[in-house]
Nanobody, 124 residues
């Protein structure tokens, strides 16, 4: 059974960076597609980025492409989200989500495995 656990959130000032981590336990990591989503209070869950087990990536064009980078370390069974030039609008709870196979999707309903989330707050 695959389980996901996020870490790395915190309080930062605008313009600063954070790296979120998603630890994956169980299952076959190499064929697991992992995505990052976020949800701000009162808003719907929003797709940020996804990486398949084979290394293909896809980003939310509006929000993440130029400032966020998704990466994975197969030996450590970790998926990361490097976030640079953070803005107050990036404040949200960030979740990693997994699905078996190497097909990326931006649709949250396509992921059956979710972590508990890690809070990111960007404020001066």
């Amino acid at each position: 059974q695959v389980q996901l656990a996020e870490s790395g959130g915190g309080l930062v000032q605008p313009g600063e960076s954070l790296r979120l981590s998603c630890a994956v336990s169980g299952g076959t990591f190499g064929t697991l597609t992992v995505a990052w989503f976020r949800q701000a209070p009162g808003k719907e869950r929003e797709y940020v980025a996804v990486m398949t087990g084979s290394g293909a990536t896809m980003y939310s064009i509006d929000r993440a492409k130029d400032r966020f980078t998704i990466a994975r370390d197969n030996t450590k069974r970790m998926v990361y989200l490097q976030m640079n030039s953070l803005e107050p609008e990036d404040t949200a709870k960030y979740y990693c989500a997994g699905r078996p196979g190497n097909v990326a999707t931006a649709n949250a309903s396509g992921y059956g495995i979710w972590g508990q989330g890690t809070q990111v707050t960007v404020s001066s």
